[in-house]
């Protein structure tokens, strides 16, 4: 399974692809069971240069019934820093940030590394 | 402290606008990313995780107190209410949003701060000494160099362009507080036998992935040729450094390639053809001199009444006095470091309120003269003890009054993998546990002075070869794991730390601590810091102990 993430341009805002617009909340991300739909996605996001950057698709993995990104960095992403608690995405709190915080496993994503290596 | 003119004012609010435009541009999509990503940078904004990151300058660690509430002030308005002083003496925002980046940038020009040269190929923001004007062992005030380099550096279009980042540390006291020999050129300040000033020039130090203590390439410079004989080194790093590998770039990399006595002679050779015409004129640096000129000091006696009864009266305030004041120039004077490592805290983070009881107090009792360490604390030089309680009040009110400079909680993080795009692991919270665990502080000043440091990742910004206890933060299939290493020293007896073993993963490193700091307790003869233990006995009894424990 795959999300696709982004920066937001005009400020930083990490997000994510659902169905052709950008949320913050990686809750509310659109996820790709296959290559093809998430790779369909990246294109289209990627055609969107003045809205955001650092378009690249991250793999997820289950985490208490929920789906939660595969990497630690893309975790910190989708919470905030964890030395606040308060600060970014995690704040709000529920289910879908526990299930992000507990959620174990770490590799990098593959789609961060192919955006490294094109760079 | 020095002033802008009127054509710097009107430079950097020039700066400003020209950088509103290029942002309205690129928000309109007129610009791509790649032709605006050069532009933002070289106004010190960067994205990372979260947010865009703004670096702002603060000229060798030296503030005012209205700079520090216009800092506190766009914390609170553009931010989350706070900052981070880093190891470059500079302060991060770590929340910023580019369509607000150019007001604020508007805002720092109005009380001569930007952010300009903290970013790119070229010579960044100079480390100086932050005991500057009030240590008695300075020859010089080294502020004086630092700001003439500042001056000289400025978006000169010879070295705007270098093969890599490059930068400088001054000072002047034999007692190094801005780690020179780990900086691409640190400057000692020097008298020779005949009384004339001058430089040790150390050229070729640095971290990050090839750490190197640098090699000395001139024992005495004339102060008067200084400009001439820097504009030679760069040269000769402009024509041979590594542009073909940004791994290889840096000058350390040169300078370790040709060795010493070769990297010397090029730049001697250099030196020639430059010509003094190059120097700054005695006239410019005493114009420079002139804003650094000694503060009014009250004629005082060494022992102020008030100190020492208060001392009596309140163990904290002794505490505080042990381990936070240290020796002024002046009778009756003290200089005050501000711990910004409260245990459990952030290294580094201070919040816009604190910010703003740290100007106050600086004002009222310092002078209005603020300063940074390369060490992430505050300081403020220049305090009459009778007036040191009362700072000390007013910083316990606010949270920062920990007593730890120099301790084991005393500890160097980068923002790690919290907020920075280069990290591979986190810093912060190994710096929080070990400073939990060491909260004691009558343990923390049995152990004394023990710098650890800690990076998130090769790039060293948390200085982790230097430690004396040094950490940094691999990634291992992901996962976080740390690499100690022993016997560092960012000081004037510089060192790489060594490796101790392999890395630990996150849960394993506090223990690690405990375990080194034991085994340091057990073996140290009277008098001996951990450095001086460990460089006794070596690695041996410090490693056993560690991966016995770990298996």
Known sequence: MKALTANRLDDGEVVFWNKGAWVERFADAELFADDASGEAAEGAGKSQPNTVIDVYLIDLIESEGLWAPLSFRERIRALGPLNHPTHGKQAEGGAAIEALRHAAGASRSTGRVNLIKRK | ?551
């Open chain 2, 1 to 551: 402290m020095y002033q802008y003119d009127t054509i710097d004012r009107e430079f950097l609010a020039d700066r400003a606008a020209e950088f509103k435009e290029q942002v309205e541009r690129r928000l309109a999509g007129e610009i791509t990313e790649d032709q605006f990503k050069m532009l933002r940078l070289r106004n010190g904004l960067y994205l990372q995780l979260h947010a865009y990151m703004l670096r702002v300058a603060i000229p060798y660690g030296s503030l005012n107190a209205t700079q520090l509430r216009k800092l506190a002030d766009i914390g609170r308005r553009y931010d989350k209410g706070y900052g981070h002083f880093t190891t470059r003496t500079n302060l991060q925002f770590h929340w910023i949003k580019l369509r607000e980046a150019p007001a604020i940038l508007e805002e720092l020009a109005t009380v001569d701060l930007h952010a300009i040269q903290t970013s790119g190929n070229c010579i960044r923001n100079v480390t100086s000494d932050p005991y500057a004007g009030a240590t008695a062992e300075e020859i010089d005030d080294p502020r004086v160099w630092s700001e003439a380099i500042r001056q000289w550096s400025m978006l000169h279009p010879e070295f705007s362009h270098l093969p890599r980042k490059f930068k400088f540390a001054v000072t002047a006291a034999p007692k190094d507080r801005t780690a020179a020999r780990v900086h691409d050129i640190g400057l000692v300040v020097r008298r020779a036998r005949d009384g004339t000033m001058g430089f040790e020039v150390i050229v070729g130090g640095g971290m990050g992935r090839t750490p190197y203590v640098g090699p000395t390439i001139r024992e005495f410079l004339p102060a008067n040729r200084l400009f001439s004989y820097l504009d030679a080194t760069l040269r000769v790093y402009n024509r041979h450094g590594r542009r073909d590998n940004s791994y290889k770039a840096r000058i350390k990399i040169l300078v370790a390639a040709l060795g010493r006595e070769e990297f010397a002679r090029q730049v001697e050779e250099e030196w020639e053809k430059v010509g003094a015409g190059a120097d700054m004129p005695d006239t410019e640096i005493a114009r420079i001199r002139a804003a650094f000129a000694p503060k009014a000091f009250d004629t005082l006696v060494n022992r102020s009444e008030a100190f020492e009864t208060a001392k009596a009266a309140d163990p904290a305030f002794a505490r505080f006095a042990r381990n936070n004041l240290k020796p002024h120039k002046r009778p009756g004077y003290t200089i005050v470091e501000i711990s910004l490592k409260g245990i459990g805290d952030t290294p580094g983070d201070a919040t816009s309120d604190q910010m703003d009881v740290v100007a106050d107090l600086g004002e009222r009792y310092g002078q209005n003269d603020i300063r940074i360490t390369h060490e992430q604390n505050l300081v403020l030089p220049h305090v009459k003890l009778d007036d040191a309680h009362a700072v000390f009040q007013a910083l316990a009110a606010a949270g920062l009054a920990t007593p730890n400079i120099n301790l084991i909680t005393d500890i160097i993080a980068c923002p790690g993998l919290d907020y920075c795009a280069l990290a591979n692991a986190r810093a912060i919270p190994i710096a929080q546990d070990i400073a939990h665990r060491f909260a004691d502080q009558d343990r923390a000043e049995l152990v004394g002075e023990l710098k650890i440091k800690i990076s998130g990742c090769i790039n060293a910004c948390g200085h982790h070869h230097v430690g004396h206890i040094g950490i940094l933060g691999v990634d291992k299939k992901g996962e976080e794991f740390y690499q100690l290493t022993l016997g560092g020293s960012g000081a004037e007896d510089a060192e790489v730390g060594k490796m101790l073993g392999p890395a630990l993963p996150a849960d394993r490193v506090t223990d690690a601590i405990d375990t080194i700091v034991e085994v340091y307790l057990r073996e140290r003869v009277e008098g001996e810091r951990f450095l001086d233990t460990f460089r006794r006995t070596g690695s041996a009894p410090f490693k056993e102990a560690v991966y016995a424990e770990a298996h």
